[in-house]
């Protein structure tokens, strides 16, 4: 059985591809004949390989015009900085004819598909035969057999010895020797050997190939790297544990002195992981109309069954997995269980969430679930990038809020990318996304899809608020109720503008944290005072509080404080907040419980931002790292528009063949005159170096500009790039840091904000 997952790949939507790919056991990178390796495949290629995911390369869209298959195989090489292994290479009638079918090299055997069908009818031909039809093309199979022999006997010694065993006669060679070979790199993580296959899938032309080789060459799910699982403080892999190895870790970690340690001691690793029935990571969730959540996992180990209680090791919660289905698009089969290796729907899961591990134990209780530490077995989580973008959802009536909410929370369980919040000073109910296109897509699932009786406003950017001057130190005091019971506490803030050689305190009363942009320093202070004759500390604290306890409270406030600016409506950001606390005189005994202390650190850290606000503060904003690959013939514009139309700056220049991300600095450079191309049919008969050089004075040469971009500025450049670069231009961009707004476009930010 093989389950196939389809991602998308625009660039917003980079989370549905990170959870597709946290669980998938092999990939297929789909490459388009015309455009090439292109910035957003770069992205999602180097995001497999930290997942060390095998993978295999099909070059489609070979029947369009401009088709280079080619000038793709150099590009997998200099942008994705691996060997590209020629499997097929693609048939055009005559040479320079329409594209009719690929030749085979690993069996030597030319496939043609007929034309104008359906691509279920096709006629195989050993490649000799094909002598006087096709000269050109089958000298090109020789070529290409020979080249990809010597590339796999530089990296498997097993395809060396089966060489020397044909007498060094590449076209010798069965072709089961070289699919091992192939299958062999493709397993290693170790190995830069990527196979490539060729076709048209718009004709069905090169699919059925495709489909072969993907049954063939990646793994099956026992052959898959072992994923990373963590039991309480002790990490490893799924083997580990089922092994007992990282139990005994753990055991070690807690220390056997400890009751927990004891029983787990006792009992033995392997008796507890006995019962493990099984392991599964719930990767996406999504809600259907009809059959209400429809939760998608991905089990590791052992089998779930149907009716089997799951204990969700994140929430802490016991769910039944009533039903078992198995997916086929939109509809959907009945099943009795999900076997190790498989993916399977489970619908009617109320709490689980993308990312949450769910383990089947044996007779665990369902109220506390497996014993400890099987009840922290927690798989490697989905990471959620940091939303960008955000749009206002208003309800149509106060009767409707409700069911916005719950429709709301829906698309937020589906898609964790997305955000809510609510601003504090509007009371409007924020929605956070990765860009625009993820913002229109989810606002219209809300709408049409949820059914949500709601408007979505204007999408907007996320600025801070930053302070030009410190303040001078505020004490506040309080002295009412607090949720229900009498608060009193007192406390000292003083804040300023945090820099970069700002360094962490290291009295023994002193903590400080980094959390939100901003810095937070809490200290007990006893400050020599003569005029009030007060008793030096005895170092105590009353029952209800701890010095942990203390500090949190006192940081919570202080974190509650920086939500909101002063003079603007946005977050503070870059701001170090120092609370300090005497315990002799704003510590009142069982008074100063830690939400009295809390809303005194909050008033107390108001106070101090309102009075360094008085000299001006500053507005920050995002600024992105942006990366457009555009052909020579458009550079100018796009570099003219980002350095003065959005205020960019342009950090460097480079050929398309440079990379876009740090990979660089891990893998070698691979020499492009070592790289097996078959020469494209429209390149006029050049050898290699006269293409290098035709690129080099070629305007349609695709260039890499990497340029630094305020976020604001980003808002539809796709459609602006497109306009200037005749739909040629691409790009990706990720956050960079806040940084002020200055000039003109802190003039017009805060024109807008005053509304005159």
């Avoid at 963590?230 to 007992?244: D, F, I, K, P």
């Avoid at 086929?328 to 009617?348: F, N, R």
């Avoid at 698309?411 to 504090?424: A, F, M, T, Y």
Wanted: proline share 5%; with cysteine.
């Amino acid at each position: 059985m093989i389950n196939l997952i389809d991602t998308p790949g625009h660039a917003d939507f980079t989370f549905e591809v990170v959870r597709s790919l946290r669980i998938l056991d092999g990939a297929v990178c789909i490459l388009d004949g015309v455009a090439g390796v292109e910035a957003q495949t770069e992205k999602v290629w180097y995001q497999a390989a930290e997942y060390r995911i095998p993978r295999i390369i099909y070059v489609n869209k070979l029947d369009r015009d401009g088709a280079a298959f080619g000038k793709t195989i150099q590009e997998i090489a200099s942008r994705l900085y691996a060997w590209p292994a020629v499997c097929q290479i693609p048939w055009f009638e005559g040479g320079k004819g329409r594209f009719c079918g690929v030749g085979d090299v690993i069996s030597l055997r030319a496939y043609r598909w007929q034309q104008g069908g359906d691509g279920k009818i096709l006629e195989s031909t050993y490649f000799n035969n094909l002598q006087d039809r096709e000269p050109a093309f089958v000298a090109e199979m020789r070529k290409a057999r020979v080249a990809l022999v010597d590339l796999l006997a530089d990296d498997d010694a097993v395809m060396i010895e089966r060489f020397l065993e044909v007498n060094g006669q590449h076209l010798d060679l069965p072709s089961d020797d070289i699919v091992a070979s192939l299958r062999r790199c493709v397993l290693n993580p170790g190995s830069r050997i990527v196979p490539v296959f060729a076709g048209a899938s718009f004709r069905n032309i090169g699919v059925q190939p495709l489909l072969d080789a993907i049954v063939q060459l990646l793994p099956n799910p026992e052959e898959a790297p072992d994923p990373e699982v963590s039991v309480g403080r002790a990490e490893g892999t799924l083997a580990q544990l089922l092994n007992g190895q990282l139990l005994s870790k753990e055991a070690q970690e807690i220390s056997p002195k400890t009751k927990r340690g004891k029983g787990l001691m006792q009992r033995g690793p392997m008796a507890v992981i006995g019962n493990l029935e099984a392991c599964a990571l719930a990767f996406k969730v999504v809600h259907d109309p009809r059959r209400g959540a429809l939760v998608y996992v991905r089990v590791y180990s052992g089998s779930i069954r149907r009716g089997a209680p799951l204990y969700n090791t994140n929430l802490q919660v016991t769910e039944p997995a009533q039903r078992l289905l198995r997916m086929y698009a939109q509809d959907s089969v009945d099943i009795t269980s999900l076997a190790a290796g498989q993916i399977g729907v489970i619908p009617g899961l109320k709490h689980t969430r993308t990312g949450d591990t769910l383990i089947s134990y044996l007779g665990a209780s369902e109220r506390t679930g497996p014993p400890s530490p099987l009840n922290s077995l927690q798989l490697r989580p989905i990471e959620v990038p940091p939303a960008v973008f955000f749009a206002s959802i208003e309800s149509h009536s106060l009767g409707e809020q409700r069911s916005v909410k719950n429709a709301l929370d829906l698309l937020i369980r589906e898609d964790p990318s997305l955000q809510l919040s609510v601003d504090e000073e509007s009371g409007q109910t924020l929605l956070s996304g990765m860009g625009e296109f993820h913002l229109e897509i989810a606002g219209d699932r809300l709408i049409k899809d949820l059914k949500a009786k709601a408007a979505m406003g204007r999408i907007e950017i996320a600025y801070r608020e930053a302070l030009l001057f410190p303040s001078e130190p505020k004490t506040m005091s309080i002295d009412r109720e607090v949720a229900g019971k009498r608060a009193r506490a007192g406390c000292t803030a003083a804040v300023r503008s945090l820099t970069e050689d700002d360094r962490e305190l290291t009295n023994d009363y002193d903590v400080t944290i980094v959390e939100g942009g901003n810095r937070i320093t809490t200290s007990i202070t006893t400050p020599d005072d003569p005029a009030r004759n007060l008793e030096p500390w005895n170092r105590r604290l009353p029952s209800q509080l701890t010095a942990g306890s203390l500090h949190m409270a006192l940081k919570n406030g202080a974190l509650a404080a920086l939500v909101r600016g002063v003079n603007y409506p946005f977050p503070f950001q870059n701001v170090h907040v120092n609370i300090s606390i005497d315990p002799r005189t704003q510590i009142f005994k069982t008074d100063s419980h830690p939400a009295a202390l809390a809303t005194a650190a909050r008033e107390a850290t108001k106070a101090a931002l309102k009075h360094a606000a008085e000299g001006g503060t500053a507005i920050l904003e995002h600024v992105m790292n942006v990366t457009v690959s555009t052909d020579e013939a458009s550079l100018g514009a796009v570099i003219n528009d980002l350095n003065s139309a959005r205020g960019g700056h342009v950090v460097s220049l480079d050929d398309a063949d440079a990379t876009t991300s740090g990979i660089r600095e891990v893998l070698p450079i691979i020499d492009l005159r070592k790289v097996y191309a078959p020469r494209d049919p429209f390149d006029g008969g050049t050898t290699f170096a006269d293409q290098e050089q035709a690129v080099m004075n070629n305007s349609s040469r695709q260039r890499t500009i990497k340029a630094r971009v305020p976020l604001r500025e980003m808002m539809g450049y796709l459609k602006h790039l497109r306009s200037i670069t005749a739909g040629r231009g691409s790009f990706i961009m990720s956050a960079d840091r806040f940084e002020r707004v200055v000039g003109q476009r802190e003039r017009v930010l805060q024109k807008e904000l005053r509304g005159y």
